[in-house]
């Protein structure tokens, strides 16, 4: 499938995201996100999914031809829609899913590594909510998942970075590890969780998210719901095109 590719060895499933240089997002990644981890609910010959990125970034945030639907109201709920699905897709996978984080996790990226169940992550590497940078406002519920409540304030309203050894200090990384390491030591925790029953794998992850204390759903759609409103003032287009045209915003602070 076109931006992933799948290996499943001894019940472990290997997905790999790739869209160089950066491995930005776009619709079409969107999509096959979700239908990769939807296909991979249909199949009984996996326990657990490893899921990194190709190259140096883990997932970085849209693409510049992603924001064209953010200009456009209608346009917008669609895009949110296919966004919510793909990450929604990872978080509502039937198997317990490991990120390997192989470097920076900016906006998209930041989600989708929230949405995994577990994490191990290489030296460094950055986490990013970016959205306020570019108008948009969006993630903080996923991001949720990985920092307390006032850090992930901070990520939201300021768009700068955290380390993967800050996050590892709040508990949302299980291990951060040299580069070289990353990929074995995903395997290893893998290996951790397949020694258990598949069925029992998917019973408790089916009930883990039932009990999770936070309508996920329900915050994407308060996102949606504030960038709606956000657009009708020039500061929310005058965002995104600074940051598409690599210069200071002139916001007019309406």
């Known amino acids: 499938m076109a931006f992933l590719t799948i290996d499943v060895k001894d019940y472990i499933a290997t997905v790999t995201y790739s869209n160089p240089p950066a491995n930005t997002t776009t619709v079409e990644s969107y999509m ?9 609910d249909q199949r009984d010959d996996i326990k657990v999914v490893v899921f990194t990125g190709a190259g140096k970034i883990f997932v970085a945030g849209n693409d510049a031809g992603a924001f064209e639907p953010f200009y456009e109201r209608g346009a917008t709920a669609q895009m949110y829609d296919t966004i ?10 039937k198997y317990p899913v490991i990120g390997a984080i192989n470097g920076a996790a900016v906006g998209a990226g930041f989600s989708f590594a929230a949405n995994c169940d577990l994490l191990v992550a290489v030296e460094g590497a950055k986490f990013m909510l970016s959205e306020i940078k570019v108008g948009l406002i969006g993630a903080d519920g996923f991001a949720s998942q990985l920092v ?3 850090v992930l304030r901070y990520l939201a309203l300021s768009g700068n ?4 050894e800050q996050i590892a200090g709040y508990g949302g990384i299980h291990k951060v590890v040299p580069r070289e390491q990353l990929m074995a030591t995903a395997y290893e925790l893998a290996d951790e969780l397949a020694g258990n029953s598949r069925r029992s794998l998917m019973l408790w992850k089916k ?9 996920l759903t329900r915050k994407f759609e308060n996102n949606m719901q504030c960038t709606l409103e956000f657009q009708a003032y020039e500061d929310f287009y005058e965002a995104s095109k600074a940051f598409l045209e690599k210069r200071p915003p ?3 602070n309406k």
């Open 161 to 164: 970075a955290i380390t993967a």
């Open 84 to 93: 919510r699905n793909a990450k929604l897709a990872i978080k509502n996978c």
């Open 32 to 40: 096959a996100i979700r239908d990769t981890f939807y296909a991979i």
């Open 207 to 215: 009930c883990l998210n039932m009990n999770y204390d936070h309508d």
């Open 250 to 252: 002139n916001y007019n």
């Open 148 to 150: 307390p409540e006032k």
